[in-house]
T-cell receptor, first 114, second 113 residues
Framework: NAGVTQTPKFQVLKTGQSMTLQCAQD?????MSWYRQDPGMGLRLIHY???????DQGEVPNGYNVSRSTTEDFPLRLLSAAPSQTSVYFC?????????????FGNGTRLTVT | DQQVKQNSPSLSVQEGRISILNCDYT??????FLWYKKYPAEGPTFLIS?????DKNEDGRFTVFLNKSAKHLSLHIVPSQPGDSAVYFC????????????FGEGTQLTVNP
């Protein structure tokens, strides 16, 4: 069982470039989300989805787009990268929501924007 | 506005002793709390959780204590092992908002042999 798979592991972008961070899970989880981790700030929620076709904003959504066309995939798009988006990005999924459905995280994508 | 705070960036303990990691929160609506462990170059992994209707939850060497009046929770690891060396994140959620977690900054635990 692969769990939550994120690609790429590392990426360097120039300011203004666009890219998509890929996230796929093979656990048939309904709930998926994206977090970013910055030094001294813990993980912050960017966007989340409670099922295919449904997405919503988290705490820090600006500069990011998401879509959820299938249960398995939840890509995160940066339309015009900025140095402030340099971070480590984690995708997570869970069977449901709440205390009996803890999040399972991928191993992250380290993004540098120059 | 940091709603979940871990005031100790690092903690060092000897193997076999108790590790106590602390977490404070400000949002009284939080009713579901979790601890995650993170090794370098890996994603966080779920460790233990507690609902606000309880004040203690145990799972093997790991125990989480919740003090609602003080808005404080702690993770006890007994006995500590070198393999426990990792960054520990405290997280909180409002049960009705599902899996939208608010994380603390993390505490780097080092267990010395």
């Amino acid at each position: 069982n692969a769990g939550v798979t994120q690609t790429p592991k590392f990426q360097v972008l120039k300011t203004g470039q666009s890219m998509t961070l890929q996230c796929a899970q093979d656990m048939n989880h309904e709930y998926m989300s994206w977090y970013r981790q910055d030094p001294g700030m813990g993980l912050r929620l960017i966007h989340y989805s409670v099922g295919a076709g449904i997405t919503d904003q988290g705490e820090v959504p600006n500069g990011y787009n998401v879509s959820r066309s299938t249960t398995e995939d939840f890509p995160l798009r940066l339309l015009s990268a900025a140095p402030s988006q340099t971070s480590v990005y984690f995708c997570a999924s869970s069977r449901g929501q709440g205390i009996n459905s803890p999040l399972h995280f991928g191993n992250g994508t380290r993004l540098t924007v120059t | 506005d940091q709603q979940v705070k871990q005031n100790s960036p690092s903690l060092s303990v000897q193997e076999g002793r108790i590790s106590i990691l602390n977490c404070d929160y400000t949002n009284s609506m939080f009713d579901y709390f979790l601890w995650y462990k993170k090794y370098p170059a890996e994603g966080p992994t779920f460790l233990i959780s507690i609902s606000s209707i309880k004040d203690k939850n145990e799972d093997g060497r790991f125990t989480v204590f919740l003090n609602k009046s003080a808005k404080h929770l702690s993770l006890h690891i007994v006995p500590s092992q070198p393999g426990d060396s990792a960054v520990y994140f405290c997280a909180a959620s409002v049960e009705t908002s599902g899996s939208r977690l608010t994380f603390g900054e993390g505490t780097q635990l080092t267990v010395n042999p």
